[in-house]
């Protein structure tokens, strides 16, 4: 079965403390993005990346970063220095190429809480 | 800059047909997507519309008026199942070769018995 997988599903951690989500798809696909969602402001694009070894900041990009070491795989760190970090984090992927029908495919989302 | 507004809530009867309204601000343009949301899980695609008129799927269509900036979804016999956010986007004019989307806020749709 072809989809992206995200774990884990609920995430705790202490304020100051970094933390990263896994998102690794299988669809091969060359794109793939972070959102953050927040209670009435819908998906906020992060990071997203079009190839390998290349990612490209969005509209709210302080206090993440990013890797794209496998095109598989396109994990996201929650750092310190992100002010409001509780929220809910989806990642995507898709086929390369704004043309035509190619939609994003999601995954099912990490809620990180931070305490 | 590049908006999106969409109605926060709406609410409708089981069986019913409900219209939920997109209007988008952009500079330019080249797609626009709808998807659905259950609460606390991923957004899953309906459809794509590109050029002016009406895109059936079964008891989902979408309409897009480019001239006008406006796009809705129209769902017929409502199901309680169909309770759900209901999320407009348009592909970035300005992304080239990407595939960005800029995604409205959303729509809750409460299906009543």
């Known amino acids: 079965d072809g989809g992206i997988t995200q774990s884990p599903k609920y995430l705790f951690r202490k304020e100051g403390q970094n933390v990263t989500l896994s998102c690794e798809q299988n669809l091969n696909h060359d794109a793939m993005y972070w959102y953050r969602q927040d209670p009435g402001q819908g998906l906020r694009l992060i990071y997203y990346?079009?190839?390998?070894?290349?990612?490209q900041k969005g509209d709210i990009a302080e206090g993440y970063s990013v890797s794209r070491e496998k095109k598989e795989s396109f994990p996201l760190t929650v750092t310190s220095a992100q002010k409001n970090p509780t929220a809910f984090y989806l990642c995507a992927s898709s086929i390369r190429g704004g043309i035509s029908y190619n939609e994003q495919f999601f995954g099912p989302g990490t809620r990180l809480t931070v305490l | 800059g590049q908006n999106i507004d969409q109605p926060t809530e709406m609410t409708a009867t089981e069986g019913a047909i409900v219209q939920i309204n997109c209007t988008y601000q952009t500079s330019g343009f080249n797609g626009l997507f709808w998807y659905q949301q259950h609460a606390g899980e991923a957004p899953t695609f309906l459809s794509y519309?590109?050029?002016?008129g009406l895109e059936e799927k079964g008891r989902f269509s979408s309409f897009l008026s480019r001239s006008k900036g406006y796009s809705y979804l129209l769902l017929k016999e409502l199901q309680m199942k169909d309770s759900a956010s209901y999320l407009c986007?348009?592909?970035?004019?300005?992304?080239?070769?990407?595939?960005?989307?800029?995604f409205g806020t959303g729509t809750l749709l409460a299906v009543q018995p």
């Open positions: 986007a348009v592909r970035d004019p300005y992304g080239g070769a990407t595939n960005k989307l800029i």
């Open positions: 990346s079009q190839i390998v070894n290349d990612f």
């Open positions: 519309n590109v050029l002016d």
